[in-house]
C-alpha cells in the first residue's frame, strides 16, 4: 500500500475575490520527488502555502501525517522554502541558520550540515545580502533542511541556478526522499519534469494530469512534456471551453 | 510562549542592529545630540527652563524611535516573507513580539543611560527622585514605543505608510501630554483625550522623578504604560495571523 502522508481533498482557495484553486484532490507519498508543474500564475504557490497552513482556505480539507495542516505538532515536520528567499539579508550565512535551528530546536551540527549540503561552506561568514541571487536561495533552502522534515515543500527552488548546482540538488532531493521524507517540488520550468518520481501538472487552479512523467508522454503521445501539457489543454479546451472562459 | 524561542529572536534582532552601524550609532548618539541642543536653547534665558523640557524629551526619545525602528523592521519581516517562514515553525506568536519587545528594552536601557548620565551628570538637570528609576522609566517607554510599532505595522502595506503613521500615533500624543500646555490647563475635553493616551503617564512620571523624590505616583505611572505596552502587545499578537487571504 502507498503510504500517503498528504490528503489534498476537494480545496478551494478564494484570494482577493478570485477563484485561485479549483477543489483539488491530491496526495503525496511519502519516500518520492512530486513535481507541481504548470505556468506562473496557475495557483502553485497558493497550493504550497496551504500545505504549510499558512493559507487561508475557502473551503476543503489538508491533512498531513492525520492532523489539520498548520496544526502546531506539524510545524516541527515541515521544511518551507517560499519562493523569494526568505532569510535575513543583514545576517550572515552561519547566522541565518543558528537563528531559524534555535527556533527549531536543532543543534550545531544540524547547521553545519546544512550549509556543506547547499555547498555554501566558502560563505559561512559573508553577509546573504551580498551573495548572488542563487546563493541567497540556497541559504533558504538550507534552512528547510535544519531539521530533517518529513514534508519538504519547495517554490521553485532551483529558479536561477547553475545547471550544476541544479543537477546536485535534484540529486539532493532524492536522497532525501529516499531517506523517507516526501519532497514537494514545483517548477515553472518544464524540462525539470523527468527530474521527479511523479507529476502534478496545473493549470488554472486545477490539476490537469496526476502521473509518472513517462505515463503522462505515452497517454498523450508526446516526446516530451511541454508538449504533453499542451496537448492536455487542447483536449481540455473542446470539451469544456465555454465554462473556463465565463470563470475568468 | 518558548523563552528559547523568545530569547533568539531579541538576539538575532540585536545582531541585525549591531551589524547596521549607523543605525546603531543613532540610536545612542542621538537622543544625547538633542538634549545638549535643548540645554543649548535655554541658555540665555533665566530660570530652569531645561529642568522643566528635559524630563519630557528624556521620556519621547525612547518612545517615538522604538515606535519607527520597530514598525519598520517588522513591515519589513512581513514583506520579505520571514514572518511567514516562522509562523510556519514552533514560533508563538508571543515568541516573536517578546523578542522584539526584549531587544529594543535592551537597546532603550543603553539608550536611556546615556541620555541620563548626560543630562545630570554633564547638563545639569536636577533630579529629586532616584535617578536610576529616570531610567526605568525610559525602558518601559521604549517597550510600549516597540509595542505600538508592532501593532500599527499589521495596518501599513509599505514602510512609506509605516513611516506616516508616526504623525497620527504619535504627534498627537506629543501635543497632548503635558509639554507644550500643562495637561490641567487644557481645554476639558483634551484633557480627557491626554488621559487615554499613554505618553502622558510617561511624561507625567519624569516630571514627577525630576521634581520630588517621592515615588509613589512614579510607579502608578508607569504602571499605566507598562499596561498600555501589554495591551498593545495582545492586540500585536492579535493581528499576527498565521493564515492570510
Redesign the interface.
Known sequence: MVNNLVEVRSLVVDRGGRRVLHGLDITIEQGSVTGLLGPSGCGKSTLMRSLVGVQQLTSGQVTIAGSEAGSAQLRNRIGYVTQAASVYDDLTVRENLSFFARVLGADGAAVDEAIATVDLAGQTDQVVGRLSGGQRSRVSLAVALLNTPDLLVLDEPTVGLDPVLRRDLWALFHRLAAAGAAVFVSSHVMDEADRCDRLLLMREGRIIADDTPAHIREKTDTQDIESAFLALVDADRSEDGSEEGSER | MTP??LL??A??VL??LR??HRTAAMLLVLPCVLMTLLWWMFQDIPGSLFDRFGPALLAMFPFIVMFLVTSVTTLRERS???L????????GKLDFLGGYAVAFGVVAAVQAALAVALSVGLLGLDVEGPVLLLGVVAVADAVLGTALGLLVSAFARTEFQAVQFMPLFVIPQILLCGLFVPRTSLPDFLHAVSSLLPLSYATDAMQTLVTTAATGDVWRDLGIVAAFAVASLALGAATLR????
Open positions: 528559547r524561542i533568539a529572536v538576539q538575532r545582531t541585525q551589524r547596521d520579505s516573507g520571514t511567514e517562514r516562522l509562523l510556519a515553525m514552533p514560533m498565521r493564515r492570510t487571504p
